[in-house]
Nanobody, 121 residues
């Protein structure tokens, strides 16, 4: 069993900042990718940012230049620093984890329960 604990969501005015964190624990053998996706009501889930175990990052076009993803491999934790927030960023943000568990040879995907980010105008 793998657990993902998300924190840092909340309500902020346009132009403000928030910092999300997601800590993974449980039967983890190795982690390939950690990141964040988001989903607004009536819309499909979209990629926000990911980071590999080697430090390579990937950002969605709508957040590039405003958001920064980082990770602490020793703590199995990923962070998302969100600056210059816009109302369009309002969504539920889900932590994403691609990992190999201690009980399986193949990689599998796990999701957090989501944290609400609301940006007011």
């Amino acid at each position: 069993q793998v657990q993902l604990v998300e924190s840092g969501g909340g309500l902020v005015q346009a132009g403000g900042s928030l910092r999300l964190s997601c800590a993974a624990s449980g039967s983890i053998a190795s982690i390939n990718v950690m990141g964040w996706y988001r989903q607004a009501p009536g819309k499909q889930r979209e990629l926000v940012a990911t980071v590999t175990s080697g430090g390579s990052t990937n950002y969605g076009d709508s957040v590039k230049g405003r958001f920064t993803i980082s990770r602490d491999n020793a703590k199995n934790t990923v962070y998302l620093q969100m600056n210059s927030l816009k109302p369009e960023d309002t969504a539920v943000y889900y932590c994403y984890l691609n990992l190999r568990t201690t009980w399986a040879a193949h990689f599998t995907t796990d999701w957090g329960q989501g944290t609400q980010v609301t940006v007011s105008s």
